[in-house]
């Protein structure tokens, strides 16, 4: 169940310390990067918090 959380962890690490300081300079191609990333990572978080409530909710798929 932490693999979801670990992962969205080191990507906001990853878009503070390489990509956000591109955005404050203002450039407009760092702009759209910047918000394309943010798009993703708020993909990656809806995803995360959906896999955590099913696995805390025991709802997996029935095998076959």
Request: charge should be positive; glycine fraction near 4%; charged fraction near 10%.
């Amino acid at each position: 169940m932490l693999v979801p959380w670990v992962f969205l962890v080191v990507f906001a690490a990853l878009y503070v310390t390489l990509a956000l300081p591109r955005v404050r300079d203002g450039h407009p191609l760092a702009i759209c990067l910047g918000a394309f990333v943010a798009l993703v990572f708020a993909v990656f978080l809806v995803a995360a918090i959906t896999f955590s409530r099913d696995v805390v909710l025991d709802r997996w798929p029935q095998k076959l």
